[in-house]
Nanobody
Framework: QLQLVESGGGLVQPGGSLKLSCVAS???????IGWFRQAPGQEHKRVAC????????QYGDSVKGRFTISRDNAQNTMYLEMKDLNPEDTGVYYC????????????????WGKGTLVTVSS
């Protein structure tokens, strides 16, 4: 059983930056990791994923070039660095992990955090 706890959300102005963290309760180097966003009234959407096998990354089209996913296996922590934020990035951000080489969709992940709210507004 793996527990995930996010932190780092908050209110930020358009064009600003935030870095989210997600601490796992145990070793997760064999897990693919991902960050998902749920905007009000919408389904969970994957914004970034990192494979367990080779640390290759995938990003949603709307965040490419602005968001960076990373992991520190020694600290059992994953990160999502977000730059040039805009109001469409607003939502609850969840980290998730899957005991697999690559990320699947939200429902197929094995473990999820409870989320951290990011609000982009002036």
């Amino acid at each position: 059983q793996l527990q995930l706890v996010e932190s780092g959300g908050g209110l930020v102005q358009p064009g600003g930056s935030l870095k989210l963290s997600c601490v796992a309760s145990g070793f997760f180097d064999s897990y693919a990791i991902g960050w998902f966003r749920q905007a009000p009234g919408q389904e969970h959407k994957r914004v970034a994923c990192m494979a367990s096998s080779d640390d290759s990354t995938q990003y949603g089209d709307s965040v490419k070039g602005r968001f960076t996913i990373s992991r520190d296996n020694a600290q059992n922590t994953m990160y999502l660095e977000m730059k040039d934020l805009n109001p469409e990035d607003t939502g609850v951000y969840y980290c998730a992990a899957e005991y697999s080489s690559y990320c699947s969709g939200w429902a197929a992940m094995d473990y999820w955090g409870k989320g951290t709210l990011v609000t982009v507004s002036s």
